[in-house]
């Protein structure tokens, strides 16, 4: 009952040999800091991975439209619609080899 009723006075703050219990509140203090910092940061980078994560899905998704727009342009149907719009039809006659003879 003694010994609670010191620890509950907060006798051992204040008496001769109280700087060793200052000095262990004060480590302990230090570490529960270091801690809370420690958690912190890592609560950021997961909030950033996340962000991440996220933003690598919004990506994906605009590089396969992206590439199924291409894909439809590279059609040869759409090349000759796009080219007749522009008064370029396709050939009437064969193309022609050109024959050069070396002497």
């Known amino acids: 009952m003694n010994n609670l009723r010191s620890i509950l006075n907060i006798e051992f703050l204040v008496k001769d040999d109280a700087f060793k219990n200052w000095r262990m509140i004060l480590f302990l203090s230090f570490l529960a800091v270091i801690m809370i910092s420690s958690g912190h940061n890592a609560d950021k980078k997961i ?50 080899k050109i024959i050069i003879s070396n002497e």
């Open 47 to 96: 909030f950033k991975i996340a962000s991440l994560n996220t933003e690598i899905k919004v990506l994906k998704s605009e590089f396969i439209e992206v590439k199924k727009h291409l894909l439809i342009l590279k059609k040869e149907s759409t090349v000759t619609k796009v080219l007749a719009e522009n008064g370029v039809g396709p050939a009437s006659s064969p193309p022609i």
